[in-house]
């Protein structure tokens, strides 16, 4: 009976409709930073530069959300980076090599990462597969398919508007590929806090069993959400593509890392059902200033991903301090 | 009969959390060779009795007397080497290691510097045999029954010379025929002068066991027995500190139509064969069983959760022999499951949600759902149930009775046709049972037809109209209310 008493006064976060409380840390964290880089460069602190980190961020920004979708359900995605890869190249290859309209090629380029997210999705669900080995597998052999097309050589010779995309900023600040990753943003955050699907998520994440006797169809959701994972890792492999003009079979290697790693610094468990897109945003912003911060104040790469590393312990071990008061 | 001098002493134990006082002040003296009962209402204070004995917790003041010198562990290990054995509910063996490894991990034998493999099993086969247990201690713990996993977890307590033990619902697992074996392992103790703290909440076998009784309210022991056979009832009033009218309530009698109607139903891995029953509209339906006797497995695959490899489950007369939670939950037959923590809530995620996980699709407006309409459809059935909280509070924070109401609550919602019970007042105190066997008469009452699977022989009998027994995963017989006693039952059960 105490338990009852005692617990009227705390406050429990809602998961699904508070996917901004949990990550009031990494807000603060966010803050502080943007602080620190106004005092110490001239050049933080400017519409211009802003424009930049978001320009910077698109890639990351748009597969991380998919990334949370898997998190929360309780998974991992290793594939994405070589899912990315291969859209890209089928991108490049319908395109360029074969001629195929745009129109056409990009959505067939998507469908292939499509199948990617489906065969992983049903490794895991109907063979039992765990979600790590899976897409350990599914990232080697989408690697290795993606070299096979053009045997490692790059592509370039795209249409000059695709490009453009990631350069002209409409209204004198929206590129279309920042634009793309705000709409990804939006619908993201919708999807998770109103929809039937969304919120069927954080109950997989919290307890799969819990969700397959309330009657919610956790095979389907699961490989759905590997789908939808590998999709917006090939959006976000279409973007990279804008961004340089070219797409090569290397892109994308070590992405998956840097998606669970944004993921994690907004808050998201990775023991699934706790979190969300709201926090991932943070998560992709804190990597995104730290980044231009460092570049600004002229960091060594090398040892940016020393700092990089240390901003991921600290924002997990914040968390844990945190849930333990 | 002398009285020897008392293995263990405490003398006015308190112990606050800030401001918080949740022991006063309470004494108790366990003599050798004796069983003490510790009973009492989840929350009355039992466990952290037993955490200030066993080291977890210290007290904030107070004298503990161990064998005549002052007695102050300030760690589990401490308390363990002075020798008391603590054995928790669940249940912390290693399964993929032997026995002697699980009696000695952490503190091996060793031998020039090697571990003593030998030494440990010779060690490890005596306490088994302590215990009349004749099990290899090379043998891995997986794959053991409960009770005799338990009984090493006794046996790993005996091999550091345990001299008091603390058992925390030791039966909270087992069957009859388990729970005999273990009352049998702890006579011999008994002989052997081991002292034992018994904690249950099955107040039958305390009358089987128990020495002594002390009962403890609100932090604070509020009643002592000094023998063992003491009328539940006079248990049950001074633990809950009123004088009870019943303990259940008024069981209604049932239309005379059929609902459900299960044919020859048969598991693919043969837990349960051949069940055939019907459950009519307003039936309570009791099923019990020993442990493993394929109660909890039936009633899953009726609900859709496993696996039927024949047989049929009608519903007014219509084939709807479920593949899935989601086909039986839409025919209207729900399961508040056994593991409320592993099955029926998700601890972690708040009242509210955990009530809408189930009602999704009746909680969208053209694929929508807005925070204000779950709120509002939460907030209506944890009054209407009476749930002790408030909908933003984590499920995790409710007692178990509260947290029973959530899973009911959730199911309720959908206005089902049967509702299927598995063990639906395990591990939740007494007080809150009669809330909970309201519930159910409430649902018969409405015409539900209600299946209540318990191993609590006298909740089955208090609870329902007619009662099947199951023994090894075949139906032994049904009861009719007025036919059914403990006797009748047990026969059955142990075909």
Request: glycine residues 12%; proline residues 4%.
């Amino acid at each position: 009976m105490q338990t009852q008493s005692r617990s009227g006064a705390s406050k429990g976060t809602s998961p699904l409709f508070g996917s901004m409380k949990g990550a009031t840390g990494p807000l603060i964290g966010l803050i502080l930073l943007c602080a620190f880089l106004t005092v110490a460069t001239d050049t933080f602190f400017s519409v211009r530069n802003f424009l930049n980190i978001l320009d910077q961020i698109t890639v990351l920004g748009i597969m991380a959300v998919g990334m949370t979708f898997v998190i929360l359900i309780g998974g991992i995605d290793l594939a994405v980076g070589s899912v990315m890869a291969l859209t890209m190249m089928v991108l490049g290859y319908l395109n360029v090599e074969l001629g195929v309209a745009m129109g056409i090629a990009i959505p067939a380029s998507l469908a292939a990462a499509a199948l990617n997210g489906l065969v992983a999705g049903i490794l895991i669900t109907r063979f039992n597969v765990p979600a790590f080995i899976a897409t350990l597998a599914m990232m080697s052999i989408t690697r290795g398919l993606a070299n096979m097309i053009t045997n490692g050589q790059q592509i370039i010779g795209f249409p000059a508007w695709f490009n453009m995309s990631a350069i002209i900023r409409y209204g004198g600040f929206l590129t279309l590929t920042v634009a793309l990753m705000l709409v990804v943003f939006v619908l993201g955050l919708l999807y998770q806090r109103y929809r039937y699907g969304g919120r069927a998520l954080y109950a997989i994440g919290g307890n799969p069993e819990v969700a397959r006797l309330a009657g919610i169809n956790v095979t389907l959701m699961t490989v759905m959400v590997y789908v939808v994972c590998s999709v917006l890792a090939g959006v976000s492999g279409i973007v990279l593509g804008a961004r340089l003009d070219s797409v090569q079979p290397s892109s994308g290697v070590g992405y998956e890392l840097d998606a669970i790693a944004a993921v994690v610094i907004g808050g998201t468990s990775l023991s699934g059902g706790t979190g969300g897109i709201g926090g991932t945003v943070i998560g992709v912003l804190i990597i995104g200033v730290l980044r231009n911060g460092l570049n600004l104040l002229s960091v060594s790469p090398f040892m940016q991903q020393v700092v990089i590393g240390a901003v991921i312990v600290l924002a997990v071990t914040a968390e844990t301090f945190r849930k333990r008061k | 009969m002398t009285a020897p001098a008392p293995i263990l002493s405490l003398r006015a134990i308190r112990k606050s959390y800030g401001s918080v006082e949740v022991l006063h002040g309470v004494d108790l003296d366990i003599f050798p060779g004796e069983v003490v009962a510790l009973l009492g209402e989840n929350g009355a204070g039992k466990s952290t009795v037993s955490n200030v004995i066993s080291g977890t917790v210290q007290p904030s003041s107070g004298d503990m007397t161990w064998l005549g010198a002052s007695y102050a562990p300030a760690s589990p290990r401490a308390a363990m080497d002075a020798g008391v054995g603590m054995i928790h509910q669940e249940l912390k063996l290693l399964p993929q290691l032997s026995i002697a490894e699980n009696v000695f991990v952490g503190r091996y034998l060793m031998k020039g510097g090697r571990i003593d493999r030998k030494a440990m099993e010779d060690r490890a086969q005596a306490g088994l045999k302590r215990l009349g247990l004749d099990i290899p201690p090379s043998r891995l713990v997986e794959g053991l029954s409960t009770a005799n996993q338990q009984l090493i977890e006794i046996a790993k307590a005996l091999t550091l010379n345990a001299r008091l033990l603390i058992l925390d619902e030791p039966t909270a697992a087992l069957g009859g025929d388990e729970t005999q074996l273990l009352f049998r392992q702890i006579e011999r103790l008994k002989a052997d002068g081991v002292g034992i703290i018994y904690i249950s909440h099955r107040l039958e076998e305390i009358r089987q066991i128990a020495d002594r009784i002390i009962v403890m309210r609100d932090g604070a022991k509020v009643q002592e027995f000094d023998r063992g056979d003491v009328p539940v009832r006079a248990i049950v009033e001074s633990m809950v500190g009123r004088s009870l009218d019943r303990m259940f309530p008024a069981v209604p009698s049932p239309s005379d139509e059929v609902t459900l109607d299960v044919r020859g139903l048969t598991s693919p891995t043969n837990t349960f064969r051949d069940i055939s029953f019907s459950v009519r509209k307003g039936e309570v339906f009791g099923i019990a069983g020993l442990m493993g006797a394929g109660r909890t497995e039936l009633v899953r695959a009726i609900t859709g959760a496993d696996p039927i490899a024949r047989g049929t489950v009608m519903l007014d007369g219509q084939d709807i022999t479920p593949r899935s939670p989601i086909e039986a939950i839409r025919n209207g037959m729900v399961l508040v499951p056994e593991d409320r923590k592993l099955q029926g809530v998700v601890l972690d995620h708040s009242i509210a949600e955990n009530i809408a996980y189930a009602n999704l699709p009746e909680l969208t407006r053209g694929g929508w759902i807005t925070a204000r309409r779950l709120n509002a459809f939460a907030d209506g059935f944890i009054q209407k149930f009476g749930v002790k909280g408030q909908g933003h509070q984590n499920a995790g924070e409710l007692s178990g009775g509260n947290q029973q109401k959530v899973v009911l609550a959730k199911w309720l919602a959908r206005n089902p046709r049967v509702v299927v019970l598995d063990e639906p007042t395990r591990g939740i105190d007494v007080g809150a049972r009669s809330s909970i066997y309201e519930l159910i008469m409430d649902l018969a009452r409405s015409g539900v037809s209600v299946i209540v699977v318990s191993s609590d022989l006298e909740e089955v009998l208090g609870v329902s109209n007619r009662i099947m027994v199951m023994a090894q995963g075949k139906q032994a017989g049904i009861l009719d209310r007025k036919d059914a006693n403990d006797v009748s039952i047990m026969e059955l059960a142990t075909l």
